[in-house]
C-alpha cells in the first residue's frame, strides 16, 4: 500500500548516491546536485465561491540550470510538500539530461484538492500563484508544464497570467498549453506514447513483442489512459486498471475504447460493463509482462515488492518505486525502465512546443510523433549502454548518464563564485 511517509527527496538523494559513487563524481559536484539551487515558498490567498478568502501555500523549486531553463510540471494535490517538490525539480534535471533536451531541473505544486475546487476557484487560484512566482519564471528562465491535478486549461491561465504582468506575447512561458495557443500536436499524449516506446524497447530487451504482452496500469489521469489506448492499439492486452475510486479487471483484455467513453463520461475506471471489480492493491502484483504505475510515488515498497510478477515495470509516474523495492526487484529480475526515462516522452514533447513557440513555425502530428520516437528510442539506447558499461541496474545506469551529462556541461561553465 502507498507509503506518503517515505520522503521522496530521500529517495533520489539515495539513487543520486549510488549512481555518484560508481560514477566517480567529483565530491563539489555531489555537494551541488543534492540541494536544489532555489526553493520559493509563496502564500496564495484565494476569495472563494462562498465569499471567504482562503490561504493556500504554493511551492516552485528549480534543482539545477546549467543545461538550460528549469522546466518542469505544477502539481496540484493535497500531498504536496516542499520535499515532493523539490525530488521531482531534481528528477527533472536527471530526466532532461536523459532525452538530452537543453533545459534544466523544475517543479511547482500546491497544496490544495484541486476535485474540491470550482473552476473559477481553480483559476484565481492558478493566477494568484503564478502572480507570486513571475520573477523566476520565463521562457528563458523556467517554464512550467501541466502534472497532477492541473490541465490544459491551467497552462492556458498561466500564460495569460505571465503575458499580462510582461505586456506581450510569450507563449514560449508554458507548455501543455490547449492548440489554439501555440499548444504542440501531440503533446497530451506525449508522457503515454514515450511509455510505449519504452515498453517496446523493454520487451525488445527480453526477445518478446509487445504486441500480445499483457498489461496493468496503475492511475488512469493523462498518463495512464493515453498508454492503455496507445498500447492496445500496439496490439497489447490491457488486463487491469485502477485509479483513485477502485480498480477494474478483465484477464481477456479490457475493451479500452469502451473504458475511454466511460471514463470520460464518469470520472472512474470503475464500474465499467464486461469488467470485475478488484483491490486496487493486488494489481501491483498481478501476473502480467508489463506494469505501469501511472499514479503517484512510493508505490512499489519493500512490503509489495516481493510479490510483484510483472516481468517489466514501465514507470509513467515519478518516484514510483522506492530504493529499497528497487533492491528486491533487481533481486526478482524484474526490468526496471526507470521513470527518468520512461515518462520522459513528456518533457520531451515539451522542448518540440519550446522550440514550436520561439521558431513561430508549428509541425505536423506526424512530425512530433517521429522525433519523439527518435529522442526516446536514443534515450533508451544511452541508458542501457550506460546500465551495461557501470554493470548496474537501469535506474542508476539513467542516472550516471545524466549526471555525466550535467556535469560536463558544469566543468565548461566553472563556479562563479
Ligand atoms: P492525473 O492527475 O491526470 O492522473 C492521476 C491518476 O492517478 C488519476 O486517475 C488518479 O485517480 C490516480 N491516482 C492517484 N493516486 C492514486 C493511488 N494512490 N492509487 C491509484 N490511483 C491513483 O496525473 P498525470 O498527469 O497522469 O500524472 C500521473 C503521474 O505521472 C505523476 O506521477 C506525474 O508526476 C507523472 N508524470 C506526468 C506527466 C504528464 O505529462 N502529465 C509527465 C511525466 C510524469
Known sequence: MPHREINPYEAMQA????????????DALFKVFMAPTRSMIVSLPVLMDNGQWEVFTGYRVQHNLTRGPAKGGIRYDMNVTLDEVKAMAAWMTWKTAVVDVPFGGGKGGIVCDPNRLSIGEK??????????????????????????????????????????????????????????????????????RGVLITAREAMQRLGKPLAGATVAIQGFGNVGSQAARLMHEAGARI????????????????????????????????????????????????????????ATENQITDEN????????????????????????????????????????????????????????FYWREREVNERLVDYMT???QATFATTDKYKTNPRIG???????????????RGFYA
Open 15 to 26: 539513487s543520486l548516491r549510488v549512481a555518484s559513487e560508481l560514477y566517480g563524481l567529483d
Open 123 to 192: 483559476e484565481r487560484l492558478t493566477r494568484r500563484y503564478i502572480a507570486e512566482i513571475m520573477d523566476i519564471i520565463g521562457p528563458d528562465r523556467d517554464v512550467p508544464a501541466q502534472d497532477m491535478g492541473t490541465d490544459a486549461q491551467t497552462m492556458a491561465w498561466v500564460l495569460d497570467t505571465y503575458n499580462m504582468h510582461v505586456r506581450r506575447t510569450e507563449n514560449a512561458v508554458v507548455t501543455g498549453k490547449p492548440l489554439g495557443l501555440g499548444g504542440s500536436l501531440g503533446r497530451n499524449e506525449a508522457t503515454g
Open 239 to 294: 488486463v487491469a486498471v485502477c485509479d483513485l475510486k477502485g480498480a477494474i479487471r478483465n484477464d481477456r483484455g479490457l475493451d479500452v475504447h469502451a473504458l475511454l467513453k466511460h471514463h470520460l463520461e464518469t470520472g472512474t475506471v470503475t464500474g465499467l460493463k464486461g469488467a470485475e471489480p478488484m483491490d486496487p492493491a493486488e494489481l501491483l502484483t498481478l501476473a502480467v509482462d508489463i506494469l505501469v504505475p501511472a
Open 305 to 360: 515488492a516481493p510479490q510483484v510478477r510483472a516481468k517489466v515495470i514501465v514507470e509513467g509516474a515519478n518516484g514510483p518505486t522506492t530504493p529499497e523495492a528497487d533492491a528486491i526487484l533487481l533481486e526478482h529480475r524484474v526490468l526496471v525502465v526507470p521513470d527518468i526515462l520512461a515518462n520522459a516522452g513528456g518533457v520531451t514533447v515539451s522542448y518540440f512546443e519550446w522550440v514550436q513557440n520561439r521558431q513561430g
Open 378 to 380: 536514443h534515450a533508451f
Open 398 to 412: 539513467a542516472y550516471i548518464l545524466a549526471l555525466d551529462r550535467v556535469a560536463q556541461a558544469m566543468k565548461y
